[in-house]
T-cell receptor, first 116, second 114 residues
Framework: GAGVSQTPSNKVTEKGKYVELRCDPI?????LYWYRQSLGQGPEFLIY????????DSGLPNDRFFAVRPEGSVSTLKIQRTERGDSAVYLC??????????????FGEGSRLTVL | GNSVTQMEGPVTLSEEAFLTINCTYT??????LFWYVQYPGEGLQLLLK?????DKGSNKGFEATYRKETTSFHLEKGSVQVSDSAVYFC?????????????FGGGTRVLVKP
C-alpha cells in the first residue's frame, strides 16, 4: 500500500517476554519516527531515524527499548522483558526527510501492545 | 522543555454547532504549531499548521491562528458535521540542529451528534 504499514496491529504478551514491532514507511521517506500513545493521552516521542542512524533516541524510556533500521527503510522496535506499564499503542510515522518546517508526519495505524 | 496543553474532552456537540478546542504551549525557541486529527480506525493525519506568529492555518473548514503573545493555537470550526467526530491533537515542533520532532498535547475527543 501507499501508507505507513505497522505489524502486528495487535499483540498480547506476558510480562517478561520479548516483543518486536515492525514499521514499513512510505517508499522514499528517509525519516522515520516511533511514538507511544497510552490510553487517553497524546503520542509520546520515543526515537527517530534519518536513514539508518538514530538521530535522536532521547525518548526511549529505558534500556529495555531498542529500535533499528538497518537498511534505511523498515524499522523494528524491540522491547525486552516487557512490563505491564509498556501496554500502549506504538505509532510509527515517516516523512520525506526530517520534516523540515512542514511538520507533516505520515502515521500508521499503530500496534496495540497489551502486556498481561 | 516543550509542552502542549489542550482542553480535555469529550466534547459533545450537535451538528452545525460551533466548535472551539483550546490549545496553549510552552516552547524553547520559536515553534511551528499543528493540529492533527485521528478519525475512528485511522492513523493520525495533519489537519492544519502555522509556522510563524499571526499565521492562520485552515483546512476542511477548521481554522487556528498562531498567537505568540498568548502562546495559543486554538482550533475552531463554525459548523461541525457528524463526520468531524474524531480525536484532535495540538502539537508543536522546534527545529534543532539534530532534527525535528513533534510534541503533542493529550488530545480532545469530539463527538458530533445528528
Amino acid at each position: 500500500g501507499a501508507g505507513v504499514s505497522q505489524t502486528p496491529s495487535n499483540k498480547v504478551t506476558e510480562k517478561g517476554k520479548y516483543v518486536e514491532l515492525r514499521c514499513d514507511p512510505i517508499s522514499g521517506h528517509t525519516a522515520l519516527y516511533w511514538y507511544r500513545q497510552s490510553l487517553g493521552q497524546g503520542p509520546e516521542f520515543l526515537i527517530y531515524f534519518q536513514g539508518t542512524g538514530a538521530a535522536d533516541d532521547s525518548g526511549l524510556p529505558n534500556d529495555r527499548f531498542f529500535a533499528v533500521r538497518p537498511e534505511g527503510s523498515v524499522s523494528t522496535l524491540k522491547i525486552q522483558r516487557t512490563e505491564r506499564g509498556d501496554s500502549a499503542v506504538y505509532l510509527c510515522a515517516s516523512s520525506p526527510r526530517l520534516a523540515g518546517g512542514t511538520g507533516e508526519l505520515f502515521f500508521g495505524e499503530g500496534s496495540r501492545l497489551t502486556v498481561l | 522543555g516543550n509542552s502542549v496543553t489542550q482542553m480535555e474532552g469529550p466534547v459533545t456537540l450537535s451538528e452545525e454547532a460551533f466548535l472551539t478546542i483550546n490549545c496553549t504551549y510552552t516552547a524553547t525557541g520559536y515553534p511551528s504549531l499543528f493540529w492533527y486529527v485521528q478519525y475512528p480506525g485511522e492513523g493520525l493525519q495533519l489537519l492544519l499548521k502555522a509556522t510563524k506568529a499571526d499565521d492562520k492555518g485552515s483546512n476542511k473548514g477548521f481554522e487556528a491562528t498562531y498567537r505568540k503573545e498568548t502562546t495559543s493555537f486554538h482550533l475552531e470550526k463554525g459548523s461541525v458535521q457528524v463526520s468531524d467526530s474524531a480525536v484532535y491533537f495540538c502539537a508543536l515542533m522546534t527545529i534543532k540542529a539534530a532534527g525535528n520532532k513533534l510534541t503533542f498535547g493529550g488530545g480532545t475527543r469530539v463527538l458530533v451528534k445528528p
